[in-house]
Each structure stands twice: as C-alpha cells, then as structure tokens.
C-alpha cells in the first residue's frame, strides 16, 4: 500500500496569503489528523476528520480551518498567514474501525510551510 | 499544560549501548501509547505501541515498558546503532473515537549514536 501523500513538499507564503495543503490518506484509512510541528512547540494536534465530518479540533484559531472530501482525501488551509504560522504541517491517517480502535496513524512527509 | 513529558531532551550512546528515553503523563484516561522515530525531512514512523494491559511490549531491539501506577512509560533501545540516530516522540492517546481521537506528544529526544 502506498503510504500517507502531502502536497506540495514545500511552500513559500508572504504574511496575510492564504494557504491549502493536501493530503491523501493510506488507501482504506478513513480518518485524516493533521498536526503542526514547530521548534519550540513540537507536534501539536490541529484538527481530526472523519467521514467528511470534523470531529475534533485542537487549540489553534479559527485561521485554520479544513476538510474531508468523500475520498477521504483532506486539505487544511490557513488564511491571514503569519510568521509563526511557519512550521512543517504533518497529515496523518488512520484506519479507524468500527467500535473502539486504538489511534494508530501513520504519518505524511508533511509540507513545509514559510512564512516570510 | 503539557499532558506528556519527555525526557532527555537530548541523549548520546555509543554503538553498541543502550537508549533509554522516558516519557510521563498525567491524564489516566489515556491507553494508547506509541512512540514515533523521524528523521530529519520525514514525517514520524510509528516504531512500537503499547496498551496499558501489559507492562512490557518487545519488538526486536525495541521495548516499551509500561508502568500504569507511576504513570510513566519507557522506551530502551538495545544494542544501539549509528542508523537510530533520529528524534523519538512518545505519545499518548484515548482509544475510542469522537473527540479523544488525538495523539498529545511529548516534546522529542534527539538521539545521537556514536560509532
């Protein structure tokens, strides 16, 4: 199976751009995660989607925002970007089955997002 | 708050050695605790898991040790190798779906085997 696809690999923004990043999941894997990962912060949780349906949300502003399409292919953008947005943004998907599963996700490459 | 905390930050061993990295949490309602290598430019590899029923969880030369009442979870890595050179991030997550569904990590340790 082919593994977690992000595009584009890297990204070169000016503050107050707009930004979508890709993702693909493994083929079968219904639940997308994204998460940001900076320097100073490490991995934080963005947002999680499943079944076109965003069921969870971490601490972030509403300048992030994203979607699932019925593919369960998902994007996330960020609007009004600004510098401390730069970071390597990280999708990962999991398979999700039904009842109780445990969260194994598999990550993307990421996208490396600069903000200049 | 910080859900999960990881220590070292840092840690170099010589080939052959081994990598011992410690990671602690606070929410009891966590089961689900993996740990992820990256190597610089890659996203996180899931290396091991383990669940909160067992206390020890070996997959070649790595193991997780799992200890419920201290609220604390190790990762050894035996017989260390200049290729395991790569960060590691324990991590925690609650198993069902709905809004648990997320991984908290711990801040990373970068891990430098010597040759």
């Known amino acids: 199976k082919a593994g977690v696809t992000q595009t584009p690999r890297y990204l070169i923004k000016t503050r107050g751009q707009q930004v979508t990043l890709s993702c693909s999941p493994i083929s079968g894997h219904r639940s997308v995660s994204w998460y940001q990962q900076t320097p100073g912060q490490g991995l934080q949780f963005l947002f999680e989607?499943?079944?076109?349906?965003?069921?969870n949300k971490g601490n972030f502003p509403g300048r992030f925002s994203g979607r699932q399409f019925s593919n369960s292919r998902s994007e996330m953008n960020v609007s009004t970007l600004e510098l401390g947005d730069s970071a390597l943004y990280l999708c990962?998907?999991?398979?999700?089955?039904?009842?109780?599963?445990?969260?194994?996700?598999?990550f993307g490459p990421g996208t490396r997002l600069t903000v200049l | 708050q910080q859900q999960v905390k990881q220590s070292p930050q840092s840690l170099i061993v010589q080939k052959g050695g081994i990598s011992i990295i410690n990671c602690a949490y606070e929410n009891t309602a966590f089961d689900y605790f993996p740990w992820y290598q990256q190597f610089p430019g890659k996203g996180p590899a899931l290396l091991i898991a383990?669940?909160?029923?067992?206390s020890e969880k070996k997959e070649g030369r790595f193991t997780i040790s799992f200890n419920k009442s201290a609220k604390q979870f190790s990762l050894h890595i035996m017989d260390s190798q200049p290729g395991d050179s790569a960060t590691y991030f324990c991590a925690a997550s609650k198993r069902s779906g709905g809004s648990n569904y997320k991984l908290t990590f711990g801040k990373g340790t970068l891990l430098t085997v010597n040759p």
């Open positions: 989607y499943f079944s076109e349906t965003q069921r």
């Open positions: 383990i669940r909160p029923d067992v």
């Open positions: 990962a998907s999991s398979p999700m089955t039904s009842g109780l599963s445990y969260n194994e996700q598999f």
